[in-house]
């Protein structure tokens, strides 16, 4: 690592600093300042349902505006990285780990599903700009409805339960579809197609409580955080977490240059694939009933370890691109 990388790293550093502070700042309000799993969800759902929104809906209400349009190449990038490394973080489970036919889909998933919206999102534009809203965006609107059933189609397989219908798939697809955050791109881009300014009465409430969304979603990360501890499968969960924060930003690092992405988008898909596994997983591994005491250790270490790995990646990707 030359000079030059090791004082954008520093830099980078000091600026996600503050920002993973905050997560440290909600898991000791959670573990030892008494706030209870009540207060945790409603932040969270303060956060998710309604600062997050409004923070993007009102930077994607003027996108076409500014002409800041994203080359949706990047879900190539990022989503064929996500397909993959799912695929062999199942068989590195299965086959290596020895973890049962569910858990090791589950395994996979954890694999390559970021905390994208609580966490990904508000980072992202916190460290790289506003300028990868909309490649943020795009990833966003199809994360989840692209790896639920990814992981759906993989437990299904692996039960042979035969309950993969068309049913549960649109039930899927209506789930993702009423998610707060996915009808606020909607509609901000929607509203940008207008290309009519948002009147300053609408647009100021919406910068006040969306300025509000990272600190508050950071905090909320935290809090969610001091629910899980380190239990059994501590070494598998290191495995998962390597392969989380290390091969698939990699991957996704090498398809984006393999197919000529652009340096937004490329950092954008990277950023994301860099991020801790995503509750979601944890969700899952309730509803399928395994695996969670690997995905619980690997969401603290992940997020742990990602203070460090994040400002790293983003040193990388500036130097590579000469900004």
């Known amino acids: 690592m030359d000079s030059s990388m ?20 909600g898991y000791a309000l959670s573990r030892w300042f008494n706030f209870s799993k009540a207060a945790s969800s409603v932040l969270a759902k303060f956060a998710f349902n309604i600062a997050l929104p409004a923070m993007l809906f009102r930077l994607l209400s003027n996108l076409f505006t500014k002409e800041s349009h994203a080359d949706l190449r990047l879900l ?3 989503f064929g990285a996500c397909i993959i490394l799912f695929f062999v973080g199942r068989f590195v489970a299965s086959k290596i780990l020895k973890v049962p036919p569910v858990g090791a889909a589950i395994f996979g998933t954890g694999c ?6 609580l966490l990904g999102l508000p980072l992202a534009i916190a460290m790289l700009g506003e300028v990868v809203t909309p490649s ?4 966003l609107s199809m994360n989840a409805l692209v790896l639920w059933t990814l992981v759906s189609i993989a437990v299904e397989f692996a039960e042979q339960t035969g309950k993969l219908t068309l049913k549960s798939f649109v039930q899927t697809l209506w789930s993702v579809f009423k998610n707060p ?9 929607a509203w940008s197609f207008t290309k009519i300014k948002l009147p300053y009465v609408i647009d100021e409430p919406l910068r006040l409580v ?12 935290g809090m969610g955080l001091a629910e899980y501890g380190i239990g059994p499968g501590f070494k598998k969960s290191l495995v998962l977490s390597a392969i989380k924060l290390f091969v698939h930003p990699t991957l996704i690092f090498g398809i984006a240059v393999l197919i000529g992405l652009g340096q937004v988008e490329t950092m954008t898909v990277v950023f994301l694939g860099c991020l801790p596994v995503a509750v979601n997983v944890y969700l899952m591994c309730r509803q399928f009933k395994a695996a969670e005491n690997i995905v619980a250790n690997a969401m603290v270490i992940t997020t742990v370890v990602a203070s460090f790995t994040v400002p790293l990646m983003v040193a990388f990707l500036h130097h590579y691109f000469g900004v």
């Open 6 to 25: 090791l004082t954008q790293f520093a830099f980078q550093f000091e600026r996600s600093a503050p920002l993973f502070l905050l997560i440290f700042v």
């Open 112 to 117: 390559v599903f970021s905390n994208n919206g």
């Open 210 to 221: 969306g300025n509000s969304a990272t600190s508050l979603s950071l905090i909320v990360v």
């Open 76 to 78: 190539i990038a990022y």
């Open 136 to 139: 943020a965006s795009a990833v």
């Open 181 to 189: 955050l996915i009808i606020s791109i909607f509609l901000g881009v």
